[in-house]
């Protein structure tokens, strides 16, 4: 009986009539939905826009104010400022707050123009990079922003109204140096290294231009800037020089120095400096900040770490983080060990301490993919001068790094070219403000340097080094400067310590034109490649480049030079020197040709049982270590959130993904 009476209960609730139906007269009153209106703008970061009337549902669908304001986009129009170290504001602020707070005329949301749009996103974009965020998803000018034809308005109007008075009134003023090529004081990350450069190349691309030499073993970019006046193109007869930091990634002054330095010689090019543009002008400079970034992070990590513990032992501690690669490799210990080979052979007929091959069992070793592009750098560049930046020591040491006996850590081992690495030491340690003080000398080179030079063996002597190589290998003379004993200085010694190296690393690329340059023809007209460039007393010889060009790194004094070559008749010259000649003395040879013995070839083109210069990676390790690279790019660990990404996650808000680079 009960299942029968709660069925016509339900049916007699079925048929009666709706509480609101259309079709009965009086039930009910429409549903009219309220159109939405123009309103006040009311977001405190917007109340400098060139209208006061907005609308909501906003563009992106934010139904009332409050909703706006408690999204991450709005959020992160409030820090954008400080994010971007002032730069590209308020610009990305307005053009933010035109889609957020879109203007409103007569009840009708108008939309923001798309050309403004694509103008801040190309002025901009890499200042998102170095803080290592995507552009944000709302300031998408296909998405969000028209075209003029369909009647778009300007969001910077009001400030460009302002922009042109401020330009009226100060016609006279020379243009404000922009804050991406300004140094600023503070460590950069490597993200924030690369668009730095990005931007001086863009603001002195005349005169500079960046280029990539490889990756990293986790994919970092190594990314050199250079400055001539013809970037990209070798010229005649002009040298190249090549600065390289932060070789060890615990190591960092130098890096933020060589950052200095690429913004200081844009600015002051830019300026008239007269110095600085004929320096550029007559001098190819390449800059690598950063051999090691992935040392770098690890450094920077371990710093951060120990940041707030004062006491001396938490910081012998953290003395080597972030030293090596990220394989654990010290890339100091990791090239070629030519300098083993040529004590070996010193007795032996034909013995040269130039252009020595590399032996094939050094790629049976663990070769780091940092090591391999700089050595393929080397090598396909005539450089002449280079300087690597080290810290832990306030010193330039000089070649030879591996003491000539097995037995003697510390025992002075010199190079056939002692008497010029003297003299490139002492250009940099006299021009540095401190370095060749005694009372300045704060490491453990104190024992055996001379007015802030040291010969690297009698310091400590060591396999596998960088200089070595270079010397060894190429025609090029490097030496290791010591910056302070403090590897990783506080942010606040940053200015001391540029002011005190600035002129030294001018001074420095100057003495690449010290000696002599020329170029070495045939009875024709035609330069020669590969010519012997040897000097009288120094058992240590330069070759000619492609086009018979030559570079000869010489003390004043009188010295006897000889050009000699495979089927050429050997040519003589005796030269002089003068203590203050500014540029190189220009001597060229013209070369007869001769019968070619077979016996000098071989002799001249390899060391016994090593092969011949030319082999280079028999066993095709480059490709490789690309593919390692590449494998370690896509690695979850890379995918490590910024600095900055736990100031927007929001609790119990959506995930602002959309601020990640690789979302």
Known sequence: MLPLLLLQSLVSVSSAPPRCHPGVRGLCKPIVEERPKCTDVLLSYCDDMSYTQTMFPNILGHKTREEAEAGAEYLLLSVVESLLGGECNPEIRMLGCSVLAPRCEREVVLKPCRTTCEAMRKKCSHAFDGIEMAWPYFLDCDRFFVSEEEGCYDPLEGLQAEQNVEDADSMEMPPAEEPATAPQFSYHSNAQMNAILKKVEERCSDIARTYSIGRSMEGRELLVIEFSNNPGQHELLEPEVKYVGNMHGNEVLGRQLLIYLSQYLCSEYLLGNERIQTLVNTTRIHILPSMN?????????????????????????????????????????????????????????????DHVPIPDYYWFGKVAPETYAVMKWIRSIPFVLSASFHGGDLVVVYPYDLSKHPLQSTMFSPTPDDQVFKFLARTYANAHETMSYESAQCGSSRTHSEKGMINGAQWSSFAGSMMDFNYLHTNCFEVTVELGCDKFPPEEELFLAWHENHEALIAFVEAAHRGIKGIVRDEEGNGIKDVQISVKGIRHDVTTAENGEYWRLLTPGIHIVMASAPGYTR?????????????????????????????????????????????????????????????????????????????????????????????
Do not use: C
Not at 299 to 327: L, P, Y
Not at 644 to 656: C, D, H, K, R, S
């Open 293 to 353: 970034p992935d040392g770098y992070e690890v450094a920077v990590a371990g710093a951060q770490d120990t940041n707030d513990d004062e006491d001396r032992s938490g910081r012998h501690d953290s003395w080597n983080i972030g030293r090596n690669n990220a394989q654990n490799i010290d890339l100091n210990r990791n090239f070629p060990d030519l300098t083993s080979v040529i004590y070996g052979r010193r007795r032996m007929k034909g013995y040269r301490t």
């Open 571 to 663: 040519a003589v010259k005796k030269i002089h020197l003068p203590a203050r000649m500014p540029t190189a003395g220009r001597v060229d040879f013209v070369l007869q040709k001769a019968a070619l013995q077979p016996d000098v070839q071989e002799e001249e083109d390899a060391i016994p049982s090593m092969g011949s210069y030319d082999r280079f990676d028999p066993y095709n390790q480059y490709e490789r270590y690309t593919l390692m690279a590449d494998l370690s790019q896509n690695r979850e660990e890379r995918a490590e959130k910024p600095w900055w990404w736990n100031y927007f996650v929001l609790p119990g808000g959506a995930t602002p993904t959309w601020l990640l680079k690789q979302y």
